[in-house]
């Protein structure tokens, strides 16, 4: 699958394509889809995804492919959309990546392959997530399970535990060369955090729908409902059930708390609780389905927290018709670890940013509803562990805040399940597995990890690119047999 | 040994035998194999009815791995449970998943004192049982509003050295509450090592508060509002000793001394007036199936005529 260097058939000389300004993304209007949740970005159309497409500048040694956690050939599959072959850089992108259609949607990109392109120094940088998307919507529309390339099989089956970002990559690269491959979800449905986690307005569950049926027409089994450590233990798999090798991705999982007073209120939820209503369970389309949400119409809602988690809360929370969004960040707007388009869509929206604000004490009507936060604001001190500068509590500065819900997103610690059911799976002073950092292998003979059950919360792009790295692992162990 | 996927389309959790054990409770004997094979006592289910259904936990009474049946006992009493009570043997579910939440301690600590409130009954039993093969002498303490609402009285003799039995209005056995009957006990002497409560939100503070002066342990087994099982989304946070714990993960057994069932009772009020609206459109369609249906009969009766 590899393609010898051509010379580039781009038709503008590259001083010029410098000059060239980075297409725009078509987007809902900012008041219209603050009320709905239909996607923001529209994608974009051929032509202009290949005037975007001219304006890479073809480097020798690209950045944007040494930056990508999976290592997308970014110029190559480029440069074949400015040749019009739009098909053939979807397969070029499928050589690294599985899911395409996912990572142009929500990638950080800014932080990985756009980050370090050469066009940022004259300007904007080539669109690389834009592009991506483009093509992986039109291989979609294109579809044709014929252009599936699949090694011949091997014999070796592996179990995938947990169908999010990195369970879904291990077991596309798997089933490529030739393994069988079963993945095990524990909801109803498959997409682990893209299903539960990501809001229809930034990623349409048909897509993730079409991303997995993708790996259905691959050979990949997929068994909805089971809980491994609860309804299937590892060592079932890896002794009853005749597994060969086991992929752990079972994420981040129990979300945290503050620890401060009036948690437990009514109208205080975890950001995972807030989204999986929403999400998972289309809480938003009360009563058609089932799942209740508290009424938001003219309430005043917080989300607590500035990753794209919270971001996600709170943006869904104006869609349920919230009077005032508020997000609550105790660093700011710089240390924000959400990604850059979010910010901005969400302030469009009507957002309202308070950083460098923390709240003390959820406030309480008496009767175990919320009616308020008391926040104190900060300023930034020395930086801490993270190299990020630490908050620093200003005395006397409390004010409460009223609101009828509060979000809290301020992270998650390891869910146990899956390492108090497995004997000899080491785990670190956190509880999260202790993997490899290049074969993702675990304590234990066969069983790999990764994703966020191994570095705590991090992006879906760094769960693919751990579970990059486990199928070279496990591929590796079943074709070599050592540990 | 092989087992066969679960995975939709390729699974459905069949219904092989459903049948009212009392007004508004039936028992649903399940096709899960994974599920039968795991499950120990303490431990429940979660379920999705449809499509459009919300996730609810429920008790599981008993399993049997050979038959790859699981058993669950049902009461009606939002839209979700009478919706499923609707179902007969034959039927399908959609989803459902588990064993979820910690067994109980299994172990002979001498005298247990096994207290099924209603329906929580069903949550009792198989820990009754299981302490009793552990060499436990188990005497238990069944209630109901009625006598109707007395279940499992003839599997809780089976495994109980001595059961009581209450009734709040007298119509069946003795007049009064299961803590007059715990009083009693405690009141005559009785060594008890431990009491296990499962019930209403109620019956299980009362237990807690009589035993708390005691110093017995005691065992509860809660029911707050949950999505996942997994510890995923941390709806099921109750308040134990001023700090937040998962019933799905951490429990759903806890020490009764140290649960605030306050809060309990406050967190599960949450969706009051979404699950009443919930269960009047459900009324109300069946209403008008029921008109839908009496329609039909008449204007096929007419035809008939004709």
């Keep these: 699958m590899t393609t010898t260097p051509t010379k580039s058939k781009n038709p503008v000389p590259n001083k010029e394509r410098i000059k060239m300004p980075r297409q725009h993304m078509p987007e809902q209007p900012a008041l219209e889809r603050a009320k709905q949740f239909t996607e923001v970005n529209l994608g974009y159309p051929e032509e202009v995804a290949r005037q975007e497409a001219i304006r890479c500048l073809e480097c020798a040694k690209p950045t944007c492919t040494k930056d990508c956690p999976v290592g997308v050939k970014v110029k190559e599959f480029v440069q074949l959309i400015v040749e019009g072959n739009y098909l053939g850089a979807a397969a070029k992108i499928r050589e690294d990546n599985v899911l395409p259609a996912i990572t142009g949607r929500v990638c950080p990109q800014e932080d990985h392959c756009e980050g370090g392109c050469l066009l940022c120094k004259r ?9 991506e998307r483009f093509v992986a919507d039109y291989e979609q529309q294109h579809f044709d399970s014929k252009n599936i390339v699949k090694a011949p099989p091997t014999g070796k089956k592996v179990a995938v535990v947990g169908s999010g970002p990195s369970g879904l990559t291990v077991a596309g690269d798997l089933v490529q060369r030739g393994h069988q491959v079963h993945v095990f979800e524990a909801l109803h449905e498959v997409g682990g955090v893209l299903v539960y986690g990501i809001p229809e307005f930034r990623l349409p569950k048909k897509i993730i729908r079409e991303q997995v049926d993708y790996m259905r027409a691959m050979g990949v089994e997929f068994e909805t409902d089971v809980v491994v450590g609860r309804t299937v233990t590892i060592d079932e798999l890896l002794e009853e059930e005749g597994y060969d090798a086991v992929f752990i991705g079972t994420g981040a999982g129990l979300p945290q708390f503050m620890g401060i007073p009036g948690e437990h209120l009514n109208g205080v939820y975890s950001a995972n609780e807030f989204l999986t209503r929403i999400n998972l369970m289309h809480a938003y389309e009360f009563p058609k389905y089932d799942e209740p949400m508290v009424d938001f119409r003219g309430k005043d809602v917080a989300v607590i927290g500035g990753g794209n988690t919270a971001l996600d809360a709170i943006r869904s929370a104006l869609r349920l018709g919230a009077r005032k969004a508020y997000v609550l960040y105790r660093r700011s707007e710089v240390e924000m670890p959400a990604r850059l388009e979010e910010v901005k869509h969400a302030k469009q929206e009507g957002i309202e940013f308070q950083v460098l604000t923390a709240p003390v004490e959820f406030l309480s009507d008496g009767k175990g509803w919320l009616t308020g936060a008391r926040c104190i604001k900060m300023e930034l001190g020395e930086p801490d562990a993270s190299g990020r500068r630490r908050p620093v509590e200003i005395k006397g500065s409390e004010f409460d805040l009223p609101l009828s819900v509060a979000v809290i997103a301020i992270g998650t610690s390891a869910n146990p399940i899956v390492q108090s059911t497995t004997p000899g799976l080491n785990t670190n002073k956190k ?40 199928a070279k692992g496990i591929h590796d162990y079943l074709t070599a047999g050592d540990w | 040994m092989t087992i066969k996927a679960e995975s939709k389309g390729a699974f459905v959790f069949k219904i092989v035998h459903a049948e009212f054990i009392a007004p508004g409770i039936k028992r649903f004997i399940i096709e899960a194999p994974r599920i039968a094979r795991k499950q120990r006592p303490g431990q429940f289910v979660i379920i999705r009815i449809n499509e459009n259904g919300e996730r609810i936990p429920l008790t599981i009474e008993r399993s049997d791995p050979e038959k790859g049946t699981v058993n669950i006992v049902v009461q009606s009493i939002g839209k979700t449970t009478h919706l499923l009570n609707s179902l007969n043997t034959g039927d399908s579910i959609m989803d459902i998943v588990g064993p979820l939440g910690k067994p109980s301690e299994i172990a002979n600590f001498g005298t247990v004192v096994a207290i099924g409130g209603g329906v929580g009954t069903a949550m009792a039993y198989p820990t009754a049982a299981a302490m009793k093969r552990a060499g436990n002498r188990v005497i238990t303490i069944l209630g109901g509003r009625n006598k ?25 056995a003795d007049k009064g509450l299961v803590t007059d009957k715990l009083r009693q006990l ?34 509860v087994s809660l029911n707050p509002i949950m999505i996942d099982g997994t510890g995923m989304c941390g709806g099921c946070r109750v ?26 009772v406050q967190r599960n009020s949450m969706y009051r007036d979404a699950e009443k609206r919930s269960m009047d459109d459900y009324k109300c369609q069946l209403e008008k199936a029921k008109n839908g249906a009496i329609h039909e009969e008449l204007t096929s009766a007419l035809e008939a005529k004709r």
């Design chain 2, 148 to 172: 109707d609402l007395v279940i499992l009285e003839r599997e809780m003799r089976e495994v109980s050295d001595t059961v009581f039995v209450t009734t709040d209005d007298g119509s069946y």
């Design chain 1, 431 to 470: 509880g999260y597995i202790e993997a490899d950092a290049t074969s993702q292998r675990t304590s234990r003979k066969g069983v790999f990890a990764g994703g966020d059950i191994v570095t705590g919360s991090a992006t879906v792009i760094l769960a693919m690119g751990a579970g990059r790295r486990a």
């Design chain 1, 123 to 131: 300007g904007e940088s080539l669109g690389i997530g834009y592009l």
């Design chain 2, 186 to 219: 405690i009141e005559n002497g009785t060594r008890i090592d431990l009491v296990l409560a499962v019930g209403p939100i109620p019956m299980m503070r009362a237990v807690a508060d009589m035993t708390r002066k005691e110093k017995i342990h005691t065992m």
């Design chain 2, 239 to 264: 308040l134990v000793e001023g700090k937040s714990e998962f019933a799905c993960v951490d429990g759903p057994e806890f020490d009764a001394h140290r649960v605030d069932f306050a809060v309990l």
